[in-house]
């Protein structure tokens, strides 16, 4: 199957980016834990090669801690300060004022150089589609000050944030780019739902899934479906089907609506803690 997914209202939003870079002082990107590397939108570098930058690790409860920390240390060697979050418990948000703070610290002493005190640091909120950049917005924040929703594409225009005298956020929309090089890439977002779910083949995503998971987490896979353990991937979803009830009419296991579970369990965490990204590796 071949991932891709640029709906016309990323290339406006692209551009918009482009015009609002000019305003801030830092980008927060929003990357999520479990593929840091392949949630990480080249367009973000590019056009904000010039501003400070803080990473943040998203949804850290659902991917593997040996590898959040593996993460962690990884944009620390490369310069970018990198913090482990979840933006829908408030794990780690306390630590955000202060990160931000020591990112910006040149910015800071060259504002108080010119006589400038107090003016808040601008920040904008990037990362693609279902990231959570609405929530982690409304968590730090302590109210709800930005639309969120479990599906890419809900926050569609910019809006400002003021959090307190010294932050304000720009939260945007999320946007991918428009090809992928590598379509594990593309396969890896289509996993956790960073792309549009209805123009995907979910048995074929569940079957890529699955082999991932036999390749690199096979105990999770056997305990949450019941498996002896050298299954094929549509043997899986067979399991699944079983252990689930999914029957379709004359009790023939409905591989279709399995493929859907199986994919929900992995994004909700219900699967186990699952990284399917290493430093330096490209895969776990």
Not at 88 to 104: D, F, N, P, R, S
Not at 111 to 124: E, H, K, S, Y
Request: hydrophobic share 40%.
């Amino acid at each position: 199957m071949n991932y891709q997914w640029y709906p016309g209202h990323m290339t406006k939003a692209r551009r918009a980016m482009q015009e609002d870079i000019k305003l801030i002082d830092l980008i927060i990107e929003l990357v999520d834990a479990r593929i840091p590397q392949s949630s990480r939108n080249p367009d973000i570098d590019e056009l904000g090669r010039n501003k400070a930058r803080l990473v943040l690790l998203n949804k850290s409860d659902l991917a593997d801690p040996a590898c959040n920390r593996a993460w962690t240390a990884w944009f620390q060697e490369k310069g970018i300060k990198a913090l482990e979050i979840n933006a829908q418990t408030g794990q780690g948000l306390k630590a955000i004022q202060g990160a931000v703070q020591e990112v910006c610290k040149e910015k800071i002493e060259r504002d108080r150089r010119r006589g400038i005190l107090n003016r808040p640091v601008r920040a904008m909120v990037a990362g693609i589609p279902n990231v959570g950049k609405s929530t982690f917005i409304n968590s730090f924040a302590g109210k709800a000050c930005a639309k969120t929703g479990n599906k890419p594409g809900v926050t569609k225009g910019k809006q400002w944030i003021r959090l307190n005298k010294g932050l304000e956020l720009l939260d945007t929309p999320g946007i991918l780019w428009p090809k992928f090089e590598d379509q594990s890439v593309g396969m890896k977002l289509a996993f956790i739902g960073s792309m549009n779910d209805e123009i995907i083949i979910m048995d074929e995503l569940a079957i890529d899934l699955i082999a991932y998971l036999q390749e690199w987490y096979p105990s999770l896979l056997q305990e949450r479906y019941s498996l002896a353990g050298g299954e094929t991937p549509v043997q899986v979803l067979e399991a699944a089907a079983e252990k689930r009830k999914c029957y379709k009419k004359g009790g023939e296991p409905d591989l279709s609506r399995a493929a859907q579970l199986v994919t929900d369990d992995f994004r909700s965490g219900r699967l186990g803690r699952i990284s399917l990204e290493r430093p330096g590796t490209g895969n776990v």
